[in-house]
T-cell receptor, first 113, second 116 residues
Framework: RKEVEQDPGPFNVPEGATVAFNCTYS??????FFWYRQDCRKEPKLLMS???SGNEDGRFTAQLNRASQYISLLIRDSKLSDSATYLC??????????????FGGGTRVLVKP | GAGVSQSPRYKVAKRGQDVALRCDPI?????LFWYQQALGQGPEFLTY????????KSGLPSDRFFAERPEGSVSTLKIQRTQQEDSAVYLC??????????????FGSGTRLTVV
């Protein structure tokens, strides 16, 4: 089983609609969670961290469910510019593993007019 | 510099050729990471440096892959005797502190390696 799993999509979303998708992680000891955004042929960029109580950044809302080991991202009022691949990222808390972050395979979102 | 700089942006190598990929992290960033991203996949961890020390190389796929960061700044990822399955984008990331899960990563634009 992969450490971080995501539905690859694509999620086809009408402009202005709401879209939400999840990511599951396997290591119950993980403490840090992020969503990164990656545009086609570009590098990943940090979208937002995910906090235990859930957090919002403009039209983006992230939630963490530790019991079920998943995090979610919700995008409200989708814009054409939100079209991208969204990468779920989890830290590896094993000291021997150093300091690395583990990426999911990404969920592709296509916002259409 | 202002960001993480990687060179070359594109590299075409003949199978069996050796290649060297360079990463120039953000000045003062302690942690440096190399990731490999195949088409349609998420980035996969290769190796991690804290200053000049290579603390984790568990992700390097074979002994043909070698990374170094001799002075704790610029890093080079070397691939010997390239194979077609090495074709991917190689991403370098740096982080300000020792804990990337606190500070997050800043990625470079990557090197797209194509082995023919």
């Amino acid at each position: 089983r992969k450490e971080v799993e995501q539905d690859p999509g694509p999620f086809n979303v009408p402009e202005g609609a709401t879209v939400a998708f999840n990511c599951t992680y396997s290591n119950s000891a993980s403490q840090s969670f992020f969503w990164y955004r990656q545009d086609c042929r570009k590098e990943p960029k940090l979208l937002m961290s995910v906090y235990s109580s859930g957090n919002e950044d403009g039209r983006f809302t992230a939630q963490l469910n530790r019991a079920s080991q998943y995090i979610s991202l919700l995008i409200r009022d989708s814009k054409l510019s939100d079209s991208a691949t969204y990468l779920c990222v989890v830290n590896n808390p094993d000291k021997a593993a150093g300091n690395k972050l583990t990426f999911g395979g990404g969920t592709r979102v296509l916002v259409k007019p | 510099g202002a960001g993480v700089s990687q060179s070359p942006r594109y590299k075409v190598a003949k199978r069996g050729q050796d290649v060297a990929l360079r990463c120039d992290p953000i000045s003062g960033h302690v942690s440096l990471f190399w990731y490999q991203q195949a088409l349609g996949q998420g980035p996969e961890f290769l190796t991690y440096f804290q200053n000049e020390a290579q603390l984790d190389k568990s992700g390097l796929p074979s002994d043909r892959f070698f990374a170094e960061r001799p002075e704790g700044s610029v890093s080079t990822l070397k691939i010997q005797r390239t194979q077609q399955e090495d074709s991917a984008v190689y991403l370098c990331a740096s982080s300000l502190g020792f804990r990337a899960d606190t500070y997050g990563y800043t990625f470079g634009s990557g090197t797209r390696l194509t082995v023919v």
